[in-house]
Protein backbone atom coordinates (compact mmCIF):
# COMPACT_ATOMS: atom_id res chain seq x y z
CA UNK A 1 0.00 0.00 0.00
CA UNK A 2 3.01 2.40 0.95
CA UNK A 3 3.88 1.67 -2.81
CA UNK A 4 1.35 2.92 -4.58
CA UNK A 5 1.28 6.24 -2.66
CA UNK A 6 4.86 6.77 -4.04
CA UNK A 7 4.29 5.65 -7.48
CA UNK A 8 0.88 7.12 -8.09
CA UNK A 9 2.35 10.69 -7.75
CA UNK A 10 5.51 10.04 -9.67
CA UNK A 11 4.01 8.93 -12.51
CA UNK A 12 1.76 11.67 -12.44
CA UNK A 13 4.51 14.63 -12.45
CA UNK A 14 6.39 11.99 -14.86
CA UNK A 15 3.15 12.72 -17.26
CA UNK A 16 3.14 16.00 -16.80
CA UNK A 17 6.70 16.65 -17.50
CA UNK A 18 6.64 14.89 -20.89
CA UNK A 19 3.56 16.92 -21.84
CA UNK A 20 4.92 20.29 -20.86
CA UNK A 21 8.26 19.48 -22.91
CA UNK A 22 6.06 18.65 -26.03
CA UNK A 23 3.46 20.89 -26.21
CA UNK A 24 6.48 23.87 -25.46
CA UNK A 25 6.97 25.86 -28.22
CA UNK A 26 10.64 24.99 -30.12
CA UNK A 27 13.18 27.67 -29.79
CA UNK A 28 14.57 29.55 -32.14
CA UNK A 29 17.76 28.60 -34.16
CA UNK A 30 20.21 31.29 -35.07
CA UNK A 31 21.32 28.85 -38.18
CA UNK A 32 19.42 28.91 -41.18
CA UNK A 33 19.82 25.81 -43.45
CA UNK A 34 20.38 26.29 -47.00
CA UNK A 35 23.08 26.68 -49.77
CA UNK A 36 25.70 29.01 -49.72
CA UNK A 37 25.84 32.19 -51.63
CA UNK A 38 28.60 31.70 -54.65
CA UNK A 39 31.41 34.26 -53.37
CA UNK A 40 31.69 37.14 -55.41
CA UNK A 41 35.46 38.12 -56.68
CA UNK A 42 37.32 39.09 -53.77
CA UNK A 43 35.97 36.70 -50.92
CA UNK A 44 34.67 38.22 -47.66
CA UNK A 45 37.79 38.44 -45.01
CA UNK A 46 36.17 36.33 -41.63
CA UNK A 47 36.16 38.31 -38.82
CA UNK A 48 39.24 38.63 -36.72
CA UNK A 49 38.20 35.65 -34.14
CA UNK A 50 38.33 33.37 -36.99
CA UNK A 51 41.18 34.10 -39.08
CA UNK A 52 43.63 31.78 -38.87
CA UNK A 53 47.79 32.44 -38.02
CA UNK A 54 49.71 33.28 -41.21
CA UNK A 55 51.71 30.52 -40.40
CA UNK A 56 50.98 28.02 -43.03
CA UNK A 57 50.28 29.70 -45.95
CA UNK A 58 49.46 26.83 -48.39
CA UNK A 59 46.81 26.05 -46.59
CA UNK A 60 45.86 29.79 -46.42
CA UNK A 61 45.92 30.16 -50.22
CA UNK A 62 44.73 27.37 -51.39
CA UNK A 63 40.82 28.16 -52.63
CA UNK A 64 38.07 26.77 -50.40
CA UNK A 65 37.17 23.57 -51.02
CA UNK A 66 33.00 23.78 -53.00
CA UNK A 67 30.42 22.06 -51.18
CA UNK A 68 27.59 22.83 -53.66
CA UNK A 69 27.32 19.25 -54.16
CA UNK A 70 26.43 18.11 -51.09
CA UNK A 71 22.35 17.92 -50.16
CA UNK A 72 20.87 21.19 -49.38
CA UNK A 73 19.96 20.25 -45.35
CA UNK A 74 23.86 19.20 -44.76
CA UNK A 75 25.14 22.97 -45.08
CA UNK A 76 24.49 25.88 -43.18
CA UNK A 77 24.23 29.55 -44.45
CA UNK A 78 26.03 32.50 -42.10
CA UNK A 79 26.27 36.07 -43.61
CA UNK A 80 30.08 36.58 -44.34
CA UNK A 81 30.85 32.73 -44.02
CA UNK A 82 33.17 31.54 -46.46
CA UNK A 83 32.79 27.86 -48.17
CA UNK A 84 35.44 26.08 -45.82
CA UNK A 85 33.54 27.47 -42.82
CA UNK A 86 30.09 26.51 -44.05
CA UNK A 87 31.36 22.90 -45.26
CA UNK A 88 30.65 20.67 -42.29
CA UNK A 89 32.61 18.05 -43.38
CA UNK A 90 35.77 20.24 -44.82
CA UNK A 91 39.47 20.10 -43.30
CA UNK A 92 42.02 22.14 -43.64
CA UNK A 93 44.44 19.63 -42.17
CA UNK A 94 46.04 16.97 -44.62
CA UNK A 95 45.26 13.30 -44.40
CA UNK A 96 47.62 10.51 -42.72
CA UNK A 97 49.53 9.00 -44.90
CA UNK A 98 48.93 5.42 -44.93
CA UNK A 99 51.54 2.52 -43.83
CA UNK A 100 52.25 -0.51 -45.08
CA UNK A 101 54.66 -2.62 -43.15
CA UNK A 102 56.29 0.47 -41.69
CA UNK A 103 56.58 2.19 -44.48
CA UNK A 104 54.45 5.49 -46.14
CA UNK A 105 52.58 4.22 -49.34
CA UNK A 106 54.10 5.10 -52.71
CA UNK A 107 57.60 5.80 -51.58
CA UNK A 108 60.45 3.60 -51.91
CA UNK A 109 61.79 1.44 -48.61
CA UNK A 110 65.15 1.81 -47.82
CA UNK A 111 66.57 -1.45 -47.55
CA UNK A 112 67.23 -2.59 -44.13
CA UNK A 113 70.16 -3.61 -43.23
CA UNK A 114 71.19 -7.38 -43.34
CA UNK A 115 72.31 -9.01 -39.87
CA UNK A 116 75.48 -10.09 -39.62
CA UNK A 117 76.77 -13.70 -40.42
CA UNK A 118 76.73 -16.08 -37.16
CA UNK A 119 79.89 -16.79 -36.16
CA UNK A 120 81.03 -20.04 -37.42
CA UNK A 121 80.37 -23.34 -35.96
CA UNK A 122 81.90 -26.54 -35.93
CA UNK A 123 80.22 -29.55 -37.39
CA UNK A 124 78.83 -32.34 -34.91
CA UNK A 125 81.08 -35.01 -34.30
CA UNK A 126 81.12 -37.63 -36.57
CA UNK A 127 82.21 -40.08 -33.78
CA UNK A 128 79.91 -42.74 -32.55
CA UNK A 129 80.58 -44.00 -29.37
CA UNK A 130 81.40 -47.53 -28.62
CA UNK A 131 83.35 -47.86 -25.28
CA UNK A 132 85.83 -46.83 -23.07
CA UNK A 133 88.93 -48.64 -21.54
CA UNK A 134 91.45 -47.92 -18.75
CA UNK A 135 94.84 -49.33 -19.18
CA UNK A 136 96.72 -49.02 -16.28
CA UNK A 137 96.94 -45.23 -15.87
CA UNK A 138 96.14 -44.65 -19.22
CA UNK A 139 92.53 -44.27 -20.69
CA UNK A 140 91.40 -45.77 -24.24
CA UNK A 141 88.53 -44.22 -25.94
CA UNK A 142 86.76 -46.80 -28.64
CA UNK A 143 84.82 -44.79 -31.52
CA UNK A 144 83.46 -45.47 -34.73
CA UNK A 145 84.14 -42.74 -38.20
CA UNK A 146 82.96 -43.66 -41.05
CA UNK A 147 82.87 -47.30 -40.59
CA UNK A 148 85.91 -47.68 -39.03
CA UNK A 149 86.26 -48.63 -35.21
CA UNK A 150 89.36 -46.41 -33.95
CA UNK A 151 91.17 -46.55 -30.24
CA UNK A 152 91.93 -43.15 -29.24
CA UNK A 153 94.06 -41.64 -26.26
CA UNK A 154 94.23 -37.97 -25.47
CA UNK A 155 96.46 -36.27 -27.98
CA UNK A 156 95.60 -38.39 -30.64
CA UNK A 157 93.41 -36.97 -34.01
CA UNK A 158 90.74 -38.17 -36.16
CA UNK A 159 90.00 -36.93 -39.93
CA UNK A 160 92.93 -34.79 -39.38
CA UNK A 161 90.21 -31.74 -37.77
CA UNK A 162 89.45 -33.72 -34.19
CA UNK A 163 92.00 -33.69 -31.53
CA UNK A 164 90.71 -35.80 -28.50
CA UNK A 165 92.11 -33.71 -25.42
CA UNK A 166 90.58 -35.87 -21.99
CA UNK A 167 88.47 -38.96 -20.91
CA UNK A 168 86.62 -38.59 -18.42
CA UNK A 169 84.02 -41.06 -16.34
CA UNK A 170 81.52 -40.20 -18.80
CA UNK A 171 82.53 -37.39 -21.27
CA UNK A 172 85.27 -37.41 -23.32
CA UNK A 173 86.35 -33.91 -24.79
CA UNK A 174 87.38 -33.44 -28.42
CA UNK A 175 88.64 -29.56 -30.48
CA UNK A 176 87.73 -29.36 -33.58
CA UNK A 177 91.11 -27.61 -34.63
CA UNK A 178 90.12 -25.35 -37.75
CA UNK A 179 88.18 -23.22 -35.30
CA UNK A 180 89.79 -24.12 -32.11
CA UNK A 181 85.95 -25.14 -30.99
CA UNK A 182 85.72 -27.73 -28.37
CA UNK A 183 82.95 -30.08 -28.40
CA UNK A 184 81.84 -33.23 -25.87
CA UNK A 185 80.85 -36.68 -26.26
CA UNK A 186 78.79 -37.79 -23.41
CA UNK A 187 78.56 -41.33 -22.91
CA UNK A 188 77.33 -43.79 -19.86
CA UNK A 189 75.06 -41.93 -16.98
CA UNK A 190 74.97 -38.87 -15.83
CA UNK A 191 76.41 -37.78 -12.66
Sequence with gaps: MQSKRILLPALAITVALSLWVSL????????????????ASTPAQPPAE?????????ASNAPPPDNSNMPQEWQLRHEGANAAQV???????????????G??????????KAPPPPPPMAPPL????????????????????NG???ALKPGDTVAGSYRLDSIQ??????TYMPLNQTQTMIFGEQP
Design 87 to 101: NLFASNTPAAPVLVD
Design 50 to 58: NRKPAGNTA
Design 169 to 174: TNRAVF
Design 24 to 39: RPAPEDDVELARPKRA
Design 126 to 145: PLQYLGRMLDGSVAQLFVSH
Design 103 to 112: VEAGKPAKPA
Design 148 to 150: DNL
